[in-house]
């Protein structure tokens, strides 16, 4: 059974470009966050997605919006990136049923900014 | 945010308990307990969580203190599979994981 699957792995970016990064969640899930973690820190929640729809939202600028799609799949698309947008950024999947199951992380995709 | 206190690193020998503690004083009634670890270069990966009962799993162990202000992660025999940063979080019901610097677990042969 697939678990979470991101992609690129890695990506290089010049400041001010803007990238998309993608995630397919582990097959059964409905419910697609992401995060971004910095060299040496845990992970920072920038959103989450379910039903099509940003269920909830983090301390992150409008730079940083997302996407859902009917299969459940999502999007991150970061705007006029800077130097310290550099960081690995990961997707993480669940299953809206009313009881706590976890999430299930991606490898996630580096993301340097020159 | 409730916000979980952790040790920043600790060690073990290999075939060994650990037990993992986290200090969460502020934790509401509804925040469930989770426990998740991450190796170099990889995501993060759910080991336990629970809400106010002791949990067991095939991986671990969770106890919760009554108060439910205090809880340790228990790797019953620790491998060098089992070097990681753990992480205590506790989730709300606002759908998010609050992520702290996590323990430092090295394990040695």
């Known amino acids: 059974d697939a678990g979470v699957t991101q992609s690129p792995t890695h990506l290089i970016k010049t400041r001010g470009q803007q990238v998309t990064l993608r995630c397919s969640p582990k097959?059964?899930?409905?419910?697609v966050s992401w995060y971004q973690q910095a060299l040496g820190q845990g992970p920072q929640f920038i959103f989450q997605?379910?039903?099509?729809?940003?269920?909830q939202r983090g301390n992150f600028p409008d730079r940083f919006s997302g996407h859902q799609f009917p299969n459940y799949s999502s999007e991150l698309n970061v705007n006029a990136l800077l130097l310290g947008d550099s960081a690995l950024y990961l997707c993480?999947?669940?299953?809206?049923?009313?009881?706590?199951?976890?999430?299930?992380f991606g490898s996630g995709t580096r993301l340097t900014v020159v | 945010d409730a916000k979980t206190t952790q040790p920043n690193s600790m060690e073990s020998n290999e075939e060994e308990p650990v037990h993992l503690p986290c200090n969460h004083s502020?934790?509401?009634?509804?925040?469930?307990i989770h426990w998740y670890r991450q190796l170099p270069s990889q995501g993060p990966e759910y080991v336990i969580h629970?809400?106010?009962s002791n949990v067991n799993n095939r991986m671990a162990s969770l106890a919760i203190a009554e108060d439910r202000k205090s809880s340790t992660l228990i790797l019953h025999r620790a491998t060098l599979r089992d070097a990681a940063v753990y992480y205590c979080?506790?989730?709300?019901?606002?759908?998010?994981?609050?992520f702290g610097k996590g323990t430092l677990l090295t394990v040695n042969p």
């Open positions: 993480a999947s669940s299953l809206y049923s009313g009881i706590n199951y976890g999430y299930t």
């Open positions: 097959s059964g899930h409905d419910t």
């Open positions: 997605y379910y039903e099509e729809e940003e269920r």
């Open positions: 502020t934790i509401s009634g509804t925040d469930y």
């Open positions: 629970g809400l106010t």
């Open positions: 979080i506790l989730e709300g019901s606002n759908y998010k994981l609050t």
